[in-house]
């Protein structure tokens, strides 16, 4: 086991490390949040306080704000304030290159160069290497992500014990916040205390994202290095495992069940199964086929609700079309990583404005 010693937690509170950190807070058009212009109208004296606050150990997470998402399945999100994004991106910008130095080329969410496009172009270079896949996703992943574990992975390589102080309180800010999308799952060993074990992370933040990728690191590892499967991916809680033979792939499956329950997950056994890559892949949003690639009917049915919805928002003068050419661009880049020239055509055609 390999342990950063020196001491990061004045990295993380350095005054250029917070002003880069409000920097990429505000990125992706958040500048016109009422939050965000609230904290740039005294930036500097605000990025002081946190420096000041950070530096003297009396740093507090604010509570966060929720809301429900419905597509593509009900997800509560969690959004902290925005002083304490600018935290979260502190805190990432000194101790994710740690950990991003261990992880496997092959994972692919929240990873600077990698990204859905990537994880889709190397599903599909397994694909055409491969005849059967093994599709896994973990049950109420980030509902169930255990504080002790995932505090004992980071420990492992950290050793600065005030930024495990402040990775800490960041934990415990959002304790609990997934209780209700949770439902008791018991391990081997467990007793009745075992549901009081404090779990989740807030769906929103940055450090959720990144500390989802630490903790399933330890699956990744065992799939590359104990199972020795050569083309593996996964994102987020999602992964796929090639092979040539179906048993090897069935075997596995339980090897790799057996390993989240250590992490105290549990495998989606139903929609944990396999089968020939000629049948498609559904990865992504896109069905990836050997040979070629097509849009999930239920990604092309939303795009077209949400088309109708800016023409309507479009002629009761609602929306500009400066907005829904910038949507439609959006949208656009995203689906011609498909074979979906025809399609687009076609969905176009339906709606004009």
Same mark, same amino acid.
């Given at each position: 086991?390999?342990?950063?010693?020196?001491? @990061?937690?004045?990295? %993380?509170?350095?005054? *250029?490390? $917070?002003? =880069?950190?409000? !920097?990429?807070?505000?990125? &992706?058009?958040?500048?016109?949040?009422?939050?965000?212009?609230?904290?740039?109208?005294?930036?500097?004296?605000?990025?002081?306080?946190?420096?000041?606050?950070?530096?003297?150990?009396?740093?507090?997470?604010?509570?966060?704000?929720?809301?429900?998402?419905?597509?593509?399945?009900?997800?509560?999100?969690?959004?902290?304030?925005?002083?304490?994004?600018?935290?979260?991106?502190?805190?990432?910008?000194?101790?994710?290159?740690?950990?991003?130095?261990?992880?496997?080329?092959?994972?692919?969410?929240?990873?600077?160069?990698?990204?859905?496009?990537?994880?889709?172009?190397?599903?599909?270079?397994?694909?055409?290497?491969?005849?059967?896949?093994?599709?896994?996703?973990?049950?109420?992943?980030?509902?169930?992500?255990?504080?002790?574990?995932?505090?004992?992975? @980071?420990?492992?390589? %950290?050793?600065?014990? *005030?930024? $495990?102080? =402040?990775?800490? !309180?960041?934990?415990?800010? &959002?304790?609990?916040?997934?209780?209700?999308?949770?439902?008791?799952?018991?391990?081997?060993?467990?007793?009745?205390?075992?549901?009081?074990?404090?779990?989740?992370?807030?769906?929103?933040?940055?450090?959720?994202?990144?500390?989802?990728?630490?903790?399933?690191?330890?699956?990744?590892?065992?799939?590359?290095?104990?199972?020795?499967?050569?083309?593996?991916?996964?994102?987020?809680?999602?992964?796929?495992?090639?092979?040539?033979?179906?048993?090897?792939?069935?075997?596995?499956?339980?090897?790799?069940?057996?390993?989240?329950?250590?992490?105290?997950?549990?495998?989606?056994?139903?929609?944990?199964?396999?089968?020939?890559?000629?049948?498609?892949?559904?990865?992504?949003?896109?069905?990836?086929?050997?040979?070629?690639?097509?849009?999930?009917?239920?990604?092309?049915?939303?795009?077209?609700?949400?088309?109708?919805?800016?023409?309507?928002?479009?002629?009761?003068?609602?929306?500009?079309?400066?907005?829904?050419?910038?949507?439609?661009?959006?949208?656009?880049?995203?689906?011609?990583?498909?074979?979906?020239?025809?399609?687009?055509?076609?969905?176009?055609?339906?709606?004009?404005?």
């Amino acid at each position: 086991m390999v342990r950063t010693f020196k001491r @990061l937690y004045p990295q %993380i509170y350095d005054f *250029d490390n $917070l002003w =880069l950190a409000w !920097r990429r807070a505000r990125r &992706g058009g958040k500048r016109k949040w009422p939050t965000v212009a609230a904290f740039e109208i005294d930036l500097e004296q605000n990025l002081w306080a946190l420096h000041h606050e950070l530096r003297d150990k009396t740093y507090r997470p604010g509570p966060y704000r929720h809301f429900t998402i419905r597509q593509p399945k009900v997800r509560r999100i969690s959004a902290a304030p925005f002083r304490d994004r600018v935290v979260h991106h502190a805190l990432m910008q000194v101790t994710l290159p740690i950990f991003e130095a261990r992880m496997i080329h092959d994972s692919y969410a929240c990873r600077v160069g990698k990204g859905t496009h990537r994880a889709i172009d190397r599903c599909q270079h397994f694909a055409r290497a491969h005849r059967y896949v093994l599709q896994c996703d973990v049950v109420q992943f980030f509902p169930s992500i255990d504080h002790a574990i995932l505090r004992r992975q @980071l420990a492992r390589h %950290i050793a600065c014990e *005030d930024t $495990l102080r =402040l990775v800490d !309180r960041i934990l415990e800010s &959002g304790a609990g916040i997934l209780r209700d999308y949770y439902d008791m799952a018991y391990f081997p060993g467990d007793d009745l205390l075992a549901a009081a074990r404090p779990r989740g992370l807030p769906i929103g933040n940055l450090t959720s994202q990144n500390w989802a990728n630490v903790y399933l690191d330890e699956l990744d590892q065992f799939v590359k290095h104990q199972l020795r499967c050569r083309a593996y991916l996964r994102y987020c809680d999602d992964f796929l495992l090639f092979a040539d033979e179906k048993p090897a792939l069935w075997a596995w499956r339980t090897e790799i069940a057996d390993k989240l329950a250590e992490l105290r997950l549990a495998l989606h056994k139903s929609r944990a199964q396999v089968y020939p890559v000629k049948a498609g892949i559904p990865w992504l949003g896109f069905r990836v086929f050997p040979a070629h690639r097509r849009l999930l009917r239920r990604n092309v049915k939303a795009f077209a609700r949400r088309l109708r919805a800016q023409r309507d928002a479009y002629h009761a003068g609602e929306m500009s079309l400066d907005q829904i050419q910038q949507s439609i661009q959006a949208w656009i880049a995203h689906a011609s990583h498909g074979n979906t020239y025809r399609l687009r055509q076609s969905l176009f055609r339906q709606v004009s404005f």
